[in-house]
Nanobody
């Protein structure tokens, strides 16, 4: 199994940028496609974006397209979420997740391993 440790997050003004990192250990990183999810206060966790094992294929929720970019560095066993043009509605706890599959998924239930979460707060 894989362990995921997140870093990054914080407080930023609307229009600003942040980068989240997620470092994996314990298993071969390229066995996993990776996803990012977020949970805002009082709301259910929602899909943000995902990347396949190679990094060649990604897709994201409509709400973040053109603003958020997912990437991975398999040599460093890490996946990243770069968030630009942040909005107050992006405020949430962000989780990375690992799925033991080569295929992308936006379904929370398809992911077996989760990072501890990182708070992102966007002020207006």
């Amino acid at each position: 199994q894989v362990q995921l440790v997140q870093s990054g997050g914080g407080l930023v003004r609307a229009g600003g940028s942040l980068r989240l990192s997620c470092a994996a250990s314990g298993d071969t990183f390229t066995r996993y496609s990776m996803g990012w999810f977020r949970q805002a206060p009082g709301k259910e966790r929602e899909f943000v974006t995902a990347i396949d094992w190679s990094g060649d294929n990604t897709y994201g929720a409509d709400s973040v397209k053109g603003r958020f970019t997912v990437s991975r560095d398999n040599a460093k066993n890490s996946v990243y979420l770069t968030m630009n043009k942040l909005k107050p509605e992006d405020t949430a706890v962000y989780h990375c997740a690992a799925r033991p599959s080569t295929k992308l998924s936006g379904r929370e239930d398809d992911y077996d391993y989760w990072g501890q979460g990182a708070q992102v707060t966007v002020s207006s």
